[in-house]
């Protein structure tokens, strides 16, 4: 018996959707398709390409660059959404103080330890 890996833009507003036509058995090693590079990677208004996940929401299993550009085929077919990060209607001065707060959590953290 053989499965598939389907890739779903996931709110997608342009590129091409990457397609695997390969057939996998359960067992097999599948190589994560990246959505961000190629001729006409896949884009979406406001937003940039981050990584696939198993669940729409990225509640389920992560895939793809920097750590899993690879997974073990289930016994089932799988489909892989597109997860992206918002790039709009960030302001610089909201982003440094969310950079500073993280940078004091951080810092009394390695303090306790």
Known sequence: MTFTVTYNGNGATGGSIPVDATSFAAGDTVTVISGSTGSNPIVKAGATFAYWNTKSDGSGTFHGWPADTTFLMPSA?????AQWFVSTGLTYPALLVRVRLLARTDSRESHRN
Do not use: G, S, W
């Open 77 to 81: 077919d799988v489909t892989l959404y």
